[in-house]
């Protein structure tokens, strides 16, 4: 089993900044992508960035250039650095590992982004 934990979640004014991290544990062999995930409510979860155990990096369209993904899968560690944020933003994020195939999940962090 993979075990996530996410921190770095909060209240944030439009403009802001916030810094989300994900560590690792468990049984770490064997995963090849990580990222992060978010879900407001009435929305489906979707995807916010990964990045995979040779560092390529992927972006949803309506984050490219605010946010970025970084951290080291052999570290045990990634980190969302969410910057220029926008009340359309606010959702649970959850880290997110593929290892095998298989999705592990954290148990997600609220970002709220309110004046």
């Known amino acids: 089993q993979v075990q996530l934990v996410e921190s770095g979640g909060g209240l944030v004014q439009p403009g802001g900044s916030l810094r989300l991290s994900c560590a690792v544990s468990?049984?770490?062999?064997?995963?090849?992508?990580m990222g992060w995930f978010r879900q407001a409510p009435g929305k489906q979860r979707e995807l916010v960035a990964r990045?995979?155990?040779?560092?390529?990096?992927d972006y949803a369209d309506s984050v490219k250039g605010r946010f970025t993904i970084s951290g080291n899968i052999a570290r045990y560690t990634v980190f969302l650095q969410m910057n220029s944020l926008k009340p359309e933003d606010t959702a649970i994020y959850y880290c997110?590992?593929?290892?095998?195939?298989?999705?592990?999940w954290g148990q997600g962090t609220q970002v709220t982004v309110s004046s």
């Open positions: 997110n590992a593929v290892r095998w195939g298989s999705n592990f």
């Open positions: 468990g049984s770490i062999f064997g995963i090849n992508s």
């Open positions: 990045i995979s155990s040779d560092s390529f990096t």
